[in-house]
C-alpha cells in the first residue's frame, strides 16, 4: 500500500506541473519553491532547484509581470501566443523533473505526458481568453486572469497534498476539455473570420444571379450550411421584329 501511495504522488505532481505549467507557469514555480523552502513539501532532487532563490525571484519578476499583461484585453492574447514557446517545454521538463533520478524512459514518457497536458490546459486557457477578449468591458478579463491563478495554486496545493482527489479532478477536466476545445476553436475561427471581414480581407460568397454566358441561366439560391442549390433555366432568344403585313 505504500508503495501505491509513492507512486500515485509521483504521478500527481509530474501530470500536475504540466497541467499548471501551460496556465500560469511562474505561478507553479513559485507555489512549488516557496513549499520546499518552508518545508511544507520534500520535492526530488531534480526539482528542488525551483527553490533557489534566484529561481524564486525571476520566477516572481515573471509572474508581476504577467499578473497585470493578464487583465488587459489583447495584450493577454499576445502574451499567451508568446509564451506557447514558453509553458509548454517548461511543463515537460518540469514534469521529467518530477519523477527523480529514474531509468531515462520513464523520465521521456514523463515529459510527453507532462508537454500534453502544458499543451491541452494552454490551449484552453488562450483560447477562451480571444473569445473573452470580444467582451467590451475589462471585469470578465480580471475575473478569469485570477480564477486561473487561484485554480492554479489550489491545484498544484492539491497534487502534492491529495493526490488521489488531484488525479481525480484531472480525470473531470480531461474531459471536459475533450468537450470544450472543439467549441473554443469553433468560436475562435469566428472571432478571425469577423475581424478579416471588418478590414475587407474577407471573402464574400455569390448569392446573387449568374450571368447568362450561355445557353443557360444560372440563379444561385440561398446557401444551406456549406452548399447550395444551382437552378438551371433555359435561355430564351429575343424574338425577331415582326414585318409589316402584307
Keep these: 500500500m505504500e508503495n501505491l501511495d509513492q507512486i500515485v504522488a509521483m504521478l500527481a505532481l509530474t501530470m500536475g ?15 512549488l519553491g516557496v513549499m520546499s523552502n518552508t518545508g511544507h513539501i520534500d520535492l526530488p532532487p ?11 525571484m525571476a520566477a516572481g519578476l515573471m509572474y508581476g509581470v504577467e499578473f497585470f499583461a493578464d487583465k488587459i484585453p489583447g495584450v493577454d492574447t499576445v502574451w499567451d501566443t508568446l509564451h506557447t514557446f514558453v509553458r509548454i517545454p ?3 521538463a518540469l514534469a521529467a523533473a518530477a519523477v527523480g533520478d529514474v531509468n531515462i524512459a520513464v523520465e521521456v514518457a514523463a515529459a510527453l505526458v507532462g508537454g500534453g497536458l502544458a499543451t491541452g490546459s494552454h490551449a484552453l486557457k488562450s483560447g477562451s481568453r480571444v473569445m473573452i477578449n470580444t467582451s467590451p468591458e475589462p ?8 480564477g486561473e491563478d487561484v485554480v492554479v495554486i489550489g491545484g498544484v496545493w ?10 481525480g479532478f484531472l ?13 473554443v476553436i469553433r468560436g475562435i475561427r469566428r472571432v478571425f473570420g469577423f475581424l478579416l471581414r471588418l478590414f475587407g480581407l474577407g471573402e464574400d460568397k455569390p ?13 444561385h439560391t440561398a446557401e444551406s450550411g456549406s452548399s447550395s442549390e444551382v437552378i438551371q433555366l433555359p435561355h430564351v432568344p429575343d424574338s425577331p421584329p415582326k414585318g409589316p403585313s402584307a
Design 46 to 56: 531534480e526539482l528542488a532547484v525551483v527553490g533557489d532563490p534566484l529561481v524564486l
Design 90 to 92: 517548461a511543463g515537460a
Design 207 to 219: 448569392n446573387a444571379v449568374g450571368s447568362a454566358s450561355g445557353p443557360n441561366v444560372n440563379l
Design 158 to 167: 492539491t497534487a502534492l497534498n491529495h493526490p488521489y482527489w488531484f488525479l
Design 17 to 31: 506541473v504540466g497541467w499548471a505549467s501551460g496556465i500560469n507557469l511562474y505561478a507553479t514555480l513559485l507555489m
Design 139 to 146: 471585469f470578465s478579463n480580471w475575473g478569469a486572469s485570477i
Design 171 to 183: 480525470v473531470l477536466f480531461l474531459v471536459l476539455l475533450a468537450w470544450l476545445l472543439p467549441k
